[in-house]
């Protein structure tokens, strides 16, 4: 068999892997990120950034590119072409925000409709592409009378940012349409933070320290994790400032008994490790294939910890009965503090999905809450924006909870130098900042 004629080249194969991915986010078969790493295999790896770019940029960008695709369209596509609408979608992300030449875009995007199967649609494909390439500023000034095309978010949640943070919603907005910096979390129990930038330093790789963190350093370039000096050897992971101060608040201490609920990928598992020197730290965790993670994360750092895969709201099923000193309960969540890493989020995330998650949400917090000693402290964080999964659920455990009370965030704290976030009601806020953090909440919670 002649290789060369019967396989398409890799680009071409980086492409089609794209419409496969983006057909199924489009028919909620799973996250951008599951598919990703699901897929990301079937190109050759100098083609994963060009996968990347254009799986994230589709996401990111498609409450503008759905508006102008069905613009253009007389009949939008039956569910069953819904790769070629994926098609569509890629195409004119190429065409907007790529520097791929308009012929080459229009071209590869009907020459997909071919490889789907589906030549009846090359006619259209084309003649859609070229009126775009002819009409886009006129289409898109037109359409960008609409609020949400014009912020770039679906309508509901843009609706909701603004009902909820009337001052904020602009920052929040851009912020999440943005491409995320890469921080970085420096193992201080091995090197200082200081230390480790001169490393960086020395490699070429420009970093800035983070403000609120004492831990975080932002990369002026994002690079591969094996770019990164001793990362095999657990100096530092990778992880979102706001995401940091978890271990921070909760400042762990040796022989303390700490629960982390919920705890995959264990981001924050490996840091209040790092930060506890020997604490005895159990995780839990609901998805198998999620444990696993926590699992080799904490194995490139060198801890150990007691994890358990469970339901973390049925008690019943994991705990020994012995209360902990310190628990943290990073719940799921809307992720809309964290839409810029999780775009599909545009795409995917309804309304019906956050009374949802309140409940389990609920559900986990009140049942976990039981396992916290007398005097012992709790940490309720999200990435989410939303008061009914922050401010709320912690009002609602108060009201519930006669042991319950909130503290100042930074009881336990020693080393925060600046203010982060808003106070709301209880607890406080983060929100995502260009070039800067993810959003965050925060309360801390002590069983009297
Ligand atoms: C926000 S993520 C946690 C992130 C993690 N703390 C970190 O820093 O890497 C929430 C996690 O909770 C898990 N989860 C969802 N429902 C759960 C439940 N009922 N019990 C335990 N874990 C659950 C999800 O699979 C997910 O891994």
Redo the contacts with the bound molecule.
């Keep these: 068999m002649n290789k060369t004629n019967s396989t398409p080249s890799i680009q071409h194969s980086a492409r089609q892997v794209a419409i496969e991915v983006i057909t199924n986010i489009l028919l909620q078969q799973g996250s951008l990120s599951t598919q990703l790493a699901r897929r990301q295999a079937d190109v050759a790896s100098e083609h994963i950034p060009l996968l990347k770019e254009l799986c994230f940029g589709v996401c990111r960008q498609y409450p503008k590119l759905n508006s102008i695709a069905l613009h253009l369209l007389a009949h939008p596509f039956e569910e069953k072409d819904t790769d070629l609408y994926a098609a569509l979608l890629l195409g004119l992300y190429q065409l907007s925000y790529m520097n791929t030449p308009d012929h080459a875009a229009v071209h590869e995007t009907v020459e997909s409709c071919r490889l789907l199967k589906k030549d009846w649609a090359t006619k259209l494909i084309n003649a859609v592409l070229r009126r775009y390439q002819r009409e886009a500023d006129e289409i898109i000034m037109n359409l960008e009378s609409t609020p949400s095309v014009e912020y770039n978010q679906p309508k509901w949640l843009l609706k909701r940012f603004i009902k909820h943070w009337p001052e904020q919603f602009e920052e929040i907005v851009d912020a999440s349409n943005t491409h995320p910096p890469m921080c970085i979390r420096v193992n201080e129990s091995r090197v200082s933070r200081e230390t480790y930038q001169e490393k960086l330093n020395e490699l070429g790789i420009k970093s800035s320290t983070g403000d609120f963190s004492t831990s975080a350093l932002y990369l002026k370039n994002a690079v591969r994790v094996g770019e990164l000096p001793n990362f095999e050897e657990g100096f530092v992971s990778v ?1 979102d400032e706001a ?1 940091q101060l ?1 271990a921070h608040i909760l400042n762990p201490k040796a022989g303390e008994k700490i629960l ?10 490996g ?1 209040l490790l790092e930060k506890g020197n020997s604490i005895d730290l159990t995780a ?4 198998p294939w ?1 444990m696993e ?2 699992e080799s ?1 904490i194995k490139r750092l060198g801890y150990n910890a007691h994890l358990i895969c ?5 008690i019943e099923s994991w705990w020994d009965g012995e209360h902990f000193d310190k628990i ?1 309960l ?4 809307s ?1 809309t503090g964290v839409i810029r890493r999780n775009p599909d989020i545009k795409i995917n995330r309804k309304p019906a999905d956050i009374d949802e998650l309140v409940l ?1 949400q609920r ?2 917090l009140s049942r976990v809450w039981t396992t916290l000693k007398s005097g012992g402290y709790m940490l309720y ?3 989410s924006l939303m008061p009914e999964e922050n401010e709320q659920q912690i009002q609602y455990l108060l009201e519930n909870q006669a042991d319950a009370k909130e503290v100042a965030i930074n009881t336990l704290a020693s080393e925060f130098k600046l203010e982060w976030g808003i106070p709301v009601s209880h607890g406080r806020q983060l929100f995502p900042a260009i070039e800067g953090h993810d959003g965050f909440y925060y309360c801390l919670l002590q069983k009297s």
């Design positions: 992880q995401a978890s982390d609920a919920c705890a995959a990928p264990g981001g924050k598992t840091h839990v965790e609901l998805e999620r993670k926590i994360n469970a339901d973390a709201g049925e943290l990073d719940v799921p969540c992720a389990i559900e986990i964080a999200t990435c």
